[in-house]
């Protein structure tokens, strides 16, 4: 069977990435941070990054309201502000979503790891204990991916409504243009609204979850 060049490449950087993330992991341990440890780091930056995000999107909405009730003065400013808004709210989701990618690949690695060891245990009792607390990390994890996944997938309406109506303005500078956005404000409000609200949701669940691994050590 002959493999096509993207194939052979595919696997290739798979391989490199492979040995680039296996190489991190031996030189944390060296210096003794385990995977555990790297993945309670990974969950805290998500916290603190879905905080951040969380004031931009705020941000956002108040310059769009700003916008809606323009009564006079230069148009064009509005709309950089505006434009500038939904660049700095794109970057922040980016950052969310790569944050919750990082956590994914530690928590695997970490979940394969600690399977395979259970059976070079001696003891019964000891492997037993330790897959009881593998059962319940995987599970208190399981929660708190779906919450992070909930609050990420939040992030694509408010983004959408924001980039649709950076366009319509961009090309409509004019007050009637305005009077147009104003129909676009409340769902906007409102999905802003439902995304506050998961991400504070996730928020918890990322210091629940934090504080249950500190437990553990």
């Known amino acids: 069977m002959k493999l096509t060049f993207r194939a052979l490449l595919g696997a ?13 992991y031996s030189a944390m341990e060296q210096v003794g941070v385990h995977k555990r440890d790297i993945l309670v780091d990974r969950v805290a930056d998500v916290r603190d990054s879905q905080t951040d995000a969380q004031e931009q999107f705020k941000d956002a909405l108040e310059q769009f309201r700003s916008v809606v009730q323009f ?3 230069d148009l064009d400013k509005m709309y950089n502000s505006l434009q500038a808004e939904y660049d700095d709210s794109v970057d922040a989701a980016d950052d969310v979503r790569n944050r919750i990618e990082k956590v994914e690949t530690v928590a695997e690695d970490l979940f394969e790891e600690w399977n395979e060891e259970l059976g070079k245990y001696k003891s019964r009792d000891l492997r037993n ?36 109506n950076v366009l319509y303005l961009k090309h409509n500078l004019n007050a009637r243009a305005i009077g147009a956005l104003k129909g676009e404000f409340r769902g906007m409000q409102q999905d802003i609204e439902l995304l506050m609200r998961d991400m504070q949701r996730a928020i918890k669940e990322s210091d629940s979850f934090i504080k249950s691994m500190d437990n553990q050590a």
Do not use: I, W
């Open 12 to 24: 290739g950087l798979l391989v490199l990435l492979t040995g680039c993330q296996t190489a991190y």
């Open 71 to 73: 009564d006079g003065g």
């Open 129 to 164: 204990q330790s897959a009881r607390k593998l059962r319940e990390t995987r599970q208190r994890y399981s929660e708190l991916l779906r919450s992070l996944k909930r609050a990420e997938k939040r992030m694509e309406p408010v983004l959408a409504t924001l980039q649709d």
